[in-house]
């Protein structure tokens, strides 16, 4: 290979001295960051040869197929070689090919935009949402509204649209015209204990429509499951809620399923569980599972018309190019892994496996007092910790870390929620790729009673 020539300790060194990792703090880097060297399905090796069960996908929700898929990279060496890259404002057969069949799994929708990340593909929505206010409102419908605790990206608007304020702390100021709303989050109701949570947290949204004035907005964007949030689900009747009040004032309702997408729910997409349709649908991460970078905006015939009219001012298009939107690697990735959830059944693997993983997890809540909440659908579970249940006082930090570590340590990898910020810190998470076995679960599930079992707090 080519880096035959370096010892493990070498690349640490060069590690140490060159690389500036993610959200990582120069004293935690200096202490060495894990050096992976080798996956196979749910299966990671380090350096020195120990292996882990990824509980978490890559560590952010991306490889829903699993490691060292030969069918991929086959498919992503063979499209190289015949053609490696021409701008996406040519026809191609990798990108027309996985479009028509990515769209065959959203009825409703008409179009895909290409980009290469999450935070790009939302950059896009929004660039729509202006463009349409622009071509259609004059400009002013403009406005877009972002949820609390809701995360869409690390780019400057897409932080703007980011409702996690120990996230944007430090980057301000912000894009105008990004306005919150209060999250959906019934474990922590703003109306105590309500029969109807769900309705009464639209309306929540439609408040803020009305103070800002419906003229003035032109779209709406959630996760329809909130990932780095804490994994929050909707609850009862929300989603069709927001997309009624969402039509009642002529907004977009754009569904960013960077997380949620291809399978990781136990449907092809999160928000196929609620009954809605959105106008624009985002998604990265589980679309190529980490084998090459790509992202899509899907929309549908009708925004895609909106843009595409010349209404005098003559740009009867999307005024938008991303580069690596190009890149015949992403959308040749994509098709192979489409394939592989189709072929081998991993949805309904998903939705049934998920199932068995989030019972097992309530099981741990009968057992254990600190576990306050357990909530997930399909292979994307949260596990909130508290010190006490009545009080919902969250454990501090310091616990989730102790059980992360120590999940490691008996070769399991989960997530946490927002590593290093104050809030929301007590949240644990897992999402297992969707080729996950029955034995897999049981050994989550055995590692983790082992663990909770000598958490001190
Ligand atoms: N949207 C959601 C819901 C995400 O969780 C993320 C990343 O974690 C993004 C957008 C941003 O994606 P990316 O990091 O590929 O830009």
Redesign the pocket.
Known sequence: SQYSEYTNEQIHTMDKAHVWHHLTPAAAAEKGMPLYVKGEGLHLWDADDNCYLDASAGG??VTNVGYGRKAIVDAISEQLMELNYFAGSMASKPAAVFASRLLEKMPGMGKVFYSS??????EKAFKMVRQISHKKYDGKKRKILYRER??????IA?LSATGQSQRRDHFGPFVPDFVEFPHCFEYRSQFGDVEDYGIKAAQLMEEVILQEGPDTVGGVII?PIT??GGVILPPEGYMAEIQRICRKYDILLIV?E???GLGRTGAWFGYQHYGIQPDIV?M??GVASGYAAI?CTVTTDAVYQMLQEDNGDKLGFFRDISTYGGCLAGPAAALANLNIIEEEGLIANCAHLGEVLLQGLHALKEKYPMIGDVRGKGLFCGIELVLNRETKEPVDEAVAIQIVNACKEAGLLIGRTNRSFETFNNILNMSPALCITAEQIEDILNILDRVFAKVTL
Do not use: F, L, P, Q
Request: aromatic residues 8%.
């Open positions: 952010v929700w990340s999450g935070s790009e593909a939302n809701d995360y869409h990206g690390t780019t897409a996760e990932a780095g960013d960077v997380v949620c985002t990265a991460k992202s």
